[in-house]
């Protein structure tokens, strides 16, 4: 069963996020809001859409405002990914 691990949602991010710097998003980031780490509703729309493709998952765009840190997200869609296996 695939899992979204943080290595790749930070992977994702920075490719969303046009960030190729490899120091960014580094150290405890888990309970961080997504909008303190940089990252806009405009950006996390583009997040959630890789993530959909990489890992051939629907997730509705109502979802991104219910993942303010990168936890939930995980959380998220992992719990998604689960219920799809």
């Not at 493709?53 to 979802?63: A, I, Q, V």
């Amino acid at each position: 069963m695939p899992e979204l691990t943080l290595a790749d949602l930070t992977r994702i991010l920075r490719a969303a996020g046009g960030e190729d710097d490899p120091e960014t998003l580094q150290g405890d980031i888990l309970d961080v809001r997504f909008t303190d780490l940089g990252y806009d509703s405009l950006a996390m729309l583009e997040t959630v859409s890789r993530i959909e493709r990489e890992f051939d998952l629907s997730l509705p765009d109502d979802l991104v405002p219910e993942m303010p840190t990168p936890r939930i997200a995980l959380d998220t869609i992992n719990s998604r990914l689960r219920a799809t296996a």
